[in-house]
């Protein structure tokens, strides 16, 4: 029989950009949408996407993680694939200090945000009022 390969999935959004995480034992390469993370620009999107990677150090270097992203613009993509990539970290790894209020806050890496854009109303015409003459 074949040996179960462990694996851990996981999703994150923003604004309207939600992210699909997939984690597998390999040598620490990261795709985002088929395309590797050193390719990926603006570097500041690169960045934010990096940040849970750091935090988790080595054991980021022992899985190779596969995102999708879909919806949004490019900062709400970057934000919605670091919570994804987080979320699937802490539970592949199993560790508290992924798991911790620490890793969440202030910048809210494991938590999804809760704002949503207001709809639009319908425009009413403003009539100016004349006085009679």
């Given at each position: 029989?074949s040996e179960k390969?462990?694996?851990?999935?996981?999703?994150?959004?923003?604004?309207?950009a939600?992210?699909?995480?997939?984690?597998k034992p390999?040598?620490?390469r990261?795709?985002i949408?088929d395309?590797s993370?050193?390719?990926m620009s603006?570097?500041?999107a690169?960045?934010?996407i990096q940040?849970p990677?750091?935090?988790?150090?080595?054991?980021?270097r022992q899985?190779?993680?596969r995102v999708?992203?879909?919806?949004g613009?490019v900062?709400?993509?970057?934000?919605?694939a670091?919570i994804?990539?987080?979320?699937?970290?802490a539970?592949w790894?199993?560790?508290?200090?992924l798991k911790?209020d620490?890793?969440r806050?202030?910048?809210g890496r494991r938590?999804?945000e809760v704002?949503?854009t207001?709809?639009?109303?319908e425009k009413?015409?403003?009539?100016?009022?004349?006085?009679?003459?």
């Amino acid at each position: 029989m074949s040996e179960k390969k462990k694996v851990a999935l996981e999703t994150g959004k923003r604004k309207t950009a939600v992210a699909r995480a997939i984690v597998k034992p390999g040598k620490g390469r990261i795709y985002i949408n088929d395309i590797s993370l050193e390719y990926m620009s603006p570097e500041v999107a690169r960045m934010k996407i990096q940040e849970p990677l750091m935090i988790a150090g080595d054991r980021s270097r022992q899985v190779d993680i596969r995102v999708n992203v879909e919806g949004g613009g490019v900062m709400g993509q970057a934000e919605a694939a670091r919570i994804a990539i987080a979320r699937a970290l802490a539970g592949w790894t199993k560790s508290t200090e992924l798991k911790s209020d620490d890793c969440r806050r202030p910048e809210g890496r494991r938590t999804q945000e809760v704002r949503r854009t207001q709809r639009k109303t319908e425009k009413t015409e403003i009539v100016p009022v004349t006085s009679p003459e």
